[in-house]
């Protein structure tokens, strides 16, 4: 599975079990070198052993417990890899996801699985959408900086012909007003386009209007609470005329030209990213200066004392979260008096306390931005911007 979403997160904190194994490895995905990946498996497997049996837990009993993962070890799978292989097992939940992103060894187990390492694949800040458009297909797609995938979309039209046979059906209904991006008003009636040139031409374009506004009220339906950045993606001249029927406001003003039927999937997600990627830059950029702002200030806004974001993250007091991707900070955190308790090394139990505090603002709604340690501010391992 290349595409994590907030719904796979949550299924994954909300199962709490003693002992969660989470293992991250690097993977070789083609030719000779596809070898060393049973190899570095195998051995990250004897860890995970290891760190069981130092809970307490029988050999025997280890060896059962990690068997479902056991069962993947064959020369198929190690063949048909990515850059990443991720492994999530529990008493009652075993998943596993070959990604597009390479990661370094990582053994946990603890009472939660570890879930730092994959926050860029669904934190707020690297989603994006595609809508493909031309009159013959109509596709939609999700996406992050490292995969892009078809998503449906319920009542979405395919095709220009279809759409107008059934407004033939449906004359009298009402088209609403469309709004071109931003929010404003459009400044055509509902249902009409202003273009240039023949009679036929005109009546084309209103026909491809209506198909537009059949997609953007589908598009309505999908993207309701959304506030990612949508990138259009067709032939030049049917920009503006979607941009009528729009209501999203977060469609972008740089578009894709092309045909997208013949644009290849990988195409499709690189000139997506190269038009979204400065937002999301700018984004942290913003993000963290106002951080240093009410650092500054004293005011107690923002705090980068690890023993004081946990509880805050917990309690749904953290708005933004800033947390190095490449540190961990081995402890424990008592809910009852939000206590935090660290260590130097991995202790039976422990969390890090990085991916406890990122976890817990994702889900009460906050926006985690996951940086290498040299470009975190002030130098800190974790910071953080409260709420109140």
């Not at 998943?95 to 060894?105: A, D, G, V």
């Not at 939609?140 to 979309?153: I, Y």
């Amino acid at each position: 599975m290349a595409f994590l979403s907030i719904d796979d997160l949550k299924t994954l904190v909300e199962n709490p079990q003693t002992p969660s194994v989470s293992l991250y490895m690097p993977t070789q995905k083609a030719g000779a070198e596809t070898r060393q990946n049973p190899i570095r498996f195998k051995n990250l497997m004897r860890e995970a052993e290891q760190r069981l049996e130092a809970m307490g837990i029988r050999h025997t009993e280890s060896v059962d417990f990690l068997q479902p993962t056991m069962e993947i070890d064959t020369g198929d799978f190690w063949e048909h890899q990515n850059q990443g292989l991720v492994i999530f097992i529990s008493q009652n939940l075993f998943r596993y996801y070959c990604l597009p992103i390479e990661f370094p060894e990582l053994v946990v187990v603890d009472e939660q699985f570890h879930l730092k390492p994959l926050l860029h694949f669904i934190k707020n800040d690297g989603k994006f959408y595609v809508l493909a458009l031309s009159q013959k297909e109509v596709k939609f797609f999700a996406g992050t900086g490292h995969s892009l995938n078809e998503v449906t979309v319920e009542n979405m039209p395919h095709r220009l012909e279809e759409t107008l046979l059934e407004d033939e059906f449906q004359k009298g209904v009402q088209h609403r007003v469309g709004t071109h991006r931003g929010g404003t008003t459009a400044a055509q009636h509902p249902g009409s386009f202003h273009g240039q040139g023949s009679p036929d031409r005109e009546k084309h374009e209103e026909d491809v209007l209506q198909f537009c506004y059949a997609i953007n009220e589908a598009l309505h339906h999908q993207l309701v609470e959304e506030k990612a950045p949508l990138v259009l993606a067709g032939v030049e001249y049917l920009f503006p005329i979607y941009q009528a029927a729009n209501t999203y406001p977060h469609l972008l003003e740089e578009s894709i030209n092309g045909n997208p039927e013949i644009i290849s999937l990988e195409q499709l997600h690189d000139e997506a990213w190269r038009i979204v990627a400065p937002l999301f830059q700018q984004d942290e950029k913003a993000a963290i200066e106002v951080y240093q702002q009410l650092a500054g200030e004293g005011n107690g806004k923002a705090a980068s004392d690890i023993k004081e974001i946990i509880p805050a993250a917990y309690y749904h007091r953290v708005d933004s979260l800033f947390v190095s991707i490449d540190e961990q900070k081995w402890g424990k955190f008592n809910p009852e008096n939000t206590t935090v308790d660290l260590h130097t090394e991995p202790e039976p139990a422990d969390q890090d306390m990085l991916d406890f505090a990122a976890v817990h603002t994702l889900l009460n709604g906050g926006s985690v931005y996951t940086l290498e340690s040299e470009k975190m501010p002030n130098g800190a391992t974790v910071a953080a911007i409260f709420r109140y």
